[in-house]
Nanobody, 129 residues
Framework: QVQLVESGGGSVQAGGSLRLSCAAS????????MGWFRQAPGKEREGVAI????????FYADSVKGRFTISQDNAKNTLYLQMNSLKPEDTAMYYC??????????????????????WGQGTQVTVSS
């Protein structure tokens, strides 16, 4: 059974930084994608950053480019999201997700439910002005 456990969320002031982690267990796939998505109250879930498990190519939402960095440690089955220069509009519940196998990062970014991914429970990020 695949489990994804996020950590690292919290409350920070605008301009601050946070590092999110996602520990995956029971996950044996070596291909596909891992990613971070977020959902603010009253809004749809949106893609933040995606990384291919093989090769490490990355995709970012325009709103976070240059501020967020996604990375992975395949040996530890752990996904990270370094978030710098945080803004109040970054406030949301952040979710880790992993596809079972094949994915197209650009598509998954805009269609989070594509390829029936596994989801974590989320970690809250709150940025105050």
């Amino acid at each position: 059974q695949v489990q994804l456990v996020e950590s690292g969320g919290g409350s920070v002031q605008a301009g601050g930084s946070l590092r999110l982690s996602c520990a995956a267990s029971g996950y044996t796939y070596t291909s596909g994608c891992m990613g971070w998505f977020r959902q603010a109250p009253g809004k749809e879930r949106e893609g933040v950053a995606i990384i291919y498990r093989r090769g490490g190519s990355t995709f970012y939402a325009d709103s976070v480019k240059g501020r967020f960095t996604i990375s992975q440690d395949n040996a530890k089955n752990t996904l990270y999201l370094q978030m710098n220069s945080l803004k109040p509009e970054d406030t949301a519940m952040y979710y880790c997700a992993v596809t079972k196998s094949y994915c197209v990062g650009g598509v998954w970014m805009s269609e989070p439910q594509s390829w029936d991914p596994y989801w974590g429970q989320g970690t809250q990020v709150t940025v105050s002005s």
